[in-house]
């Protein structure tokens, strides 16, 4: 029986206890090696997305705490505070696209005219709600893998956006369609057009190069101010104008 059992016994059995033991303590010690390397390349990383957050957020904060020095009249990022219009003042310029009562006559006759002198316009956008200016914000500025200072030269905050009062549109040419939300557009029949005829409709151009309030250039973007109520919403963003025309 005896020696059945050492001739079944572990092969282990026949190797000599030292030798068992350095070549366990050399697996072991490259395994902790290995561990240790890959530990280290993680606290790397760590520190330097880390790193990269708090400088992106301290550009952040300046910003917004330089803004805030004269910024009494509430903006954000440059742009201005506006209440979100009621939908009893909301009329369909098209399925899908809403303006506010006082805009559909003169944004018709506006594009009617224009037409007669062969520019053909479109309306791209109209009235956004704050719940679709926050979608809109947000979801582009993660896709784009912007910080909020980015996307707010291009994209206004949620309840900073000049479309949420139903006054402000998005126009286009309709020959010219990839130049819509495009700075292209100023080349087009349709911006030439409006640049010279707009202010006979109360439209004017929100926010033109070196705009007093920092925000991209967007020569797609057009307000009506051809209203009480109208004016009373932009009053804010005129004073600043004049005051910068005036420097």
Do not use: C
Not at 38 to 57: A, C, H, K, P, T
Not at 169 to 191: H, L, N, S, V, W
């Amino acid at each position: 029986m005896y020696r059945a059992g050492k001739a079944r016994g572990d092969v282990s059995d026949e190797i000599p206890l030292a030798h068992r033991i350095n070549t366990i303590g050399r697996v072991g010690s490259r395994a902790f090696k290995t561990l240790g390397l890959f530990s280290l390349f993680l606290s790397i990383l760590f520190v330097f997305l880390f790193s990269n957050y708090l400088s992106s957020e301290r550009k952040f904060t300046q910003f917004v705490r330089s803004e805030d020095k004269e910024s009494i009249d509430g903006r954000l990022l440059g742009h201005l505070p506006y209440s979100e219009a009621n939908k009893e003042d909301l009329r369909d310029v098209y399925p899908g696209l809403k303006m506010h009562k006082d805009v559909i006559k003169p944004l018709f006759k506006m594009q009617m005219a224009a037409a007669k002198d062969g520019v053909e316009m479109v309306f791209l956008s109209g009235f956004r709600s704050i719940e679709l200016q926050n979608e809109i914000f947000y979801k582009n500025k993660s896709i784009r893998n912007q910080i909020a200072i980015e996307r707010a030269k291009v994209s206004a905050p949620p309840g900073y956006s000049e479309h949420s009062t139903g006054y402000a549109i998005d126009i286009g040419d309709k020959y010219m369609r990839k130049t819509d939300f495009e700075i292209e557009f100023a080349q087009t029949p349709t911006f030439i057009w409006l640049e010279r005829n707009a202010a006979k409709y109360h439209f004017i151009l929100s926010f033109p190069k070196g705009n007093s309030q920092g925000v991209s250039y967007e020569p797609w973007h057009w307000r009506y101010e051809g209203s009480v109520d109208a004016l009373r919403q932009f009053d804010v963003a005129n004073k600043k104008r004049l005051k910068n025309s005036l420097k």
